[in-house]
């Protein structure tokens, strides 16, 4: 069975400080990993997938296979950055997996 | 450019009643999906459709019941409402790809029940 665990519910840092919100993903196959990103008051959306290879709004992640991670980082965190943030697997099939997500602040 | 639309935003039903909540995408997407979100919880798939006329159990079906009659259309339906559905319900739909492709999300239904 897949499965995501996203250790940290809350994370808090301050701005123009580094931010790391950590994913680590259980499947023994060629997982395909997201990052969906919830602001306040708006929709769930993709910030980003790891087949796409791309920086969006100054995050990366980057898979590795060998510590089965998907950790998204950012060099210096803005405010508007405080968001939920849920990392996703899929092994390919019909069925997206979420983890519980990381609740970021980004204090000014 | 409406996207996925789920109606209502708010519901408070009691112990026991039924409802449906709706959703409707005009993407043209083959797949639909229903969430709940609880606090803490991440997002667990209730039920889920890769086509008109096609549905499946997710990982929390029990308590509900889904339907597909168009390609636009994925009505959740609750059948004696229980407080542990208390949460909030999110529809989205994705392309022919399936899970590999972007999901777009509705605003979420947020329910009680009491």
């Known amino acids: 069975a897949q499965r995501v665990t996203q250790p940290e519910k809350l994370l808090s840092v301050f701005k123009g400080a580094p931010v790391e919100l950590k994913c680590n993903y259980s499947y023994s196959g060629s997982p395909e990993l997201f990052w969906y990103v919830q602001y306040s008051r708006q929709r769930l959306q993709l910030l980003l997938r790891?087949?796409s290879r791309e920086s969006i709004k100054g995050f990366t992640a980057d898979l590795n296979k060998g510590e089965t991670s998907f950790h998204l980082k950012k060099p210096f965190a803005q405010e508007e950055d405080s968001a939920m943030y849920y990392c996703a697997l899929t092994s390919g099939g019909s069925r997206l997996t979420f983890g519980e997500g990381t609740q970021l602040t980004v204090n000014p | 450019n409406a996207g996925v639309t789920q109606t209502p935003k708010f519901r408070i039903l009691k112990i026991g009643q039924s409802m449906t909540l709706q959703c409707a995408q005009d993407m043209n997407h083959n797949y639909m999906y229903w969430y709940r979100q609880d606090p803490g919880m991440g997002l667990k798939l209730i039920y889920y459709s890769v086509g008109a006329g096609i549905t499946d159990k997710g990982e929390v079906p029990n308590g509900y019941n889904v339907s597909r009659s168009t390609t636009e259309d994925f009505p959740l339906r609750l059948e004696l409402a229980a407080p542990s559905q208390t949460s909030v319900y999110f529809c989205?739909?994705?392309?022919?790809?399936?899970?590999?492709?972007?999901?777009?999300f509705g605003a979420g239904t947020r329910l009680s029940v009491l």
């Open positions: 790891h087949i």
């Open positions: 989205a739909s994705s392309g022919l790809a399936g899970a590999r492709d972007i999901q777009y």
